[in-house]
């Protein structure tokens, strides 16, 4: 909690508070597209990145933010020394701007910090319940039912230092969830992940991309969305997004904002995108998944063993996430070192002049690979340590093809 919006009734404001959840190791990539699309005094916290921005650019935020979980608008920030205080300032929070008066809602108290005398997530989620369903009574006369399975709001209160922020949930789904995968393959990316690895390694379309374990095509798929300036999450269905069933909900504004995304994106790729996989069945599921996130004509599919394969151009990016856990087919089943020593072998053998991205466990025995990575970027996937190993294949000198020089 940076900043004090005491006793502000911060959903009447023009400015929308927000705060956008992410993993803690890609907040960087969250903060910079935040800024690259406008927001204001974006402030990056633990799993976290505050800002600020009008009601234009909070529609453009749910539709366009690539590396966000979750986003949350601030309803109001107010001291909270102990429950009598909390109950009190959740009583002067016009609940009615957030949650119509027949709507439903659920509370997740969330302390954030611990020891003695800390309010628990119970008693956080109960006092703030008791204060929004008295306040309905007393304003509005109607009383707000609580629903746990498919609320209209759900509202998050974090305490932390004697402080108390209210905020919804104006995401609704996780923002992973874009609308076009299906569950046909058994460890596929987050969306969120894959565009965040793009962005970490500065992918903007302008170099050929090729994923040569795709799986079900995630790291694909974003990037030809990225590359196109594809709005992330316009593939979704009406009524997905929490903001939509909000007291708030400007539906007119809602209308333009997606009409001017789907008239600002491009018709075609500057660079190619090339995804393959040795399983047949996988390749099927990541066609479809394009078909639809609508950009299956932009990316070149084809069923191909990794250590068969020939580069389909002279320089690019090699981006993929390598089998941890599951069986690794071919000839290096049952052989992870093998396996890494064969990357190795195959990157210095047919991709000099590419830079290769590696998403690797940490527990697996990625060192085998037999190459200095320039960069190591740990990460979660899920809750596995990774690490994304950046291998610069370059013959000689670093100057050559306008396409090289991009990728440095
Ligand atoms: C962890 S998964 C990739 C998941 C993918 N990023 C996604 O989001 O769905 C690893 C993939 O490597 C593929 N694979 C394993 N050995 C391969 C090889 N020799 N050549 C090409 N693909 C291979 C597997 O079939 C599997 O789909």
Request: some cysteine.
């Amino acid at each position: 909690m940076t900043k004090t919006h005491d006793q502000k009734e911060i959903i009447k404001s023009s400015l929308f508070q927000m705060i956008a959840i992410c993993p803690e190791e890609t907040k960087d990539v969250l903060a910079e597209e935040l800024r690259m699309l406008g927001a204001q005094s974006v402030d990056p916290q633990f799993k976290a990145v505050h800002f600020e921005c009008d009601e234009k650019l909070f529609y453009e935020a749910h539709l366009k933010i690539r590396s966000a979980s979750r986003l949350l608008r601030v309803v109001k920030e107010f001291a909270a020394k102990d429950e009598r205080m909390l109950y009190d300032q959740a009583r002067r929070v016009n609940w009615g701007d957030v949650l119509t008066v027949k709507g439903t809602f659920s509370i997740e108290g969330v302390p954030g910090e611990r020891g003695e005398g800390v309010m628990t997530s119970n008693t956080i989620s109960k006092r703030v319940r008791e204060a929004m369903q008295t306040w309905f009574l007393d304003k509005k006369g109607e009383r707000v039912l609580v629903n746990l399975e498919d609320p209209d709001a759900t509202f998050i209160a974090f305490t932390r230092g004697g402080r108390c922020i209210v905020s919804v949930d104006t995401s609704g789904k996780s923002m992973h969830k874009r609308g076009y995968r299906s569950d046909k393959h058994p460890a596929p990316l987050k969306e969120t992940m894959a565009a965040s690895l793009l962005m970490k390694l500065g992918y903007k379309g302008d170099v050929p991309l090729y994923d040569p374990m795709c799986g079900s095509g995630t790291l694909a798929i974003e990037a030809a969305s990225m590359a196109l300036g594809k709005a992330a999450l316009i593939h979704r269905k009406k009524g997905e997004f929490g903001f939509e069933r909000l007291a708030f909900f400007n539906s007119q504004l809602w209308r333009e904002v997606q009409e001017e995304a789907r008239d600002g994106k491009s018709d075609e790729l500057a660079m190619p995108i090339f995804a393959s996989d040795i399983s047949a069945p996988y390749i099927e599921a990541a066609r479809d998944n394009a078909l639809r996130a609508r950009v299956e004509k932009f990316i070149n599919f084809s069923k191909v063993d990794f250590f068969e394969s020939d580069a389909p151009a002279p320089t690019g990016l090699i981006i993929t996430n390598v089998p941890y856990g599951e069986r690794i087919k071919g000839e290096f089943d049952g052989d992870d070192e093998m396996f890494f020593k064969a990357i190795g072998d195959k990157l210095k053998k047919s991709y000099t002049g590419w830079r290769a991205a590696i998403l690797v466990a940490e527990a697996s025995p990625w060192k085998s690979i037999g190459l200095k990575p320039s960069r190591k970027i740990k990460l979660l996937n899920g809750s596995i340590e990774v690490r994304l190993l950046v291998f610069d294949l370059y013959q000689g000198s670093k100057k050559g093809s306008p396409e090289q020089r991009a990728l440095n």
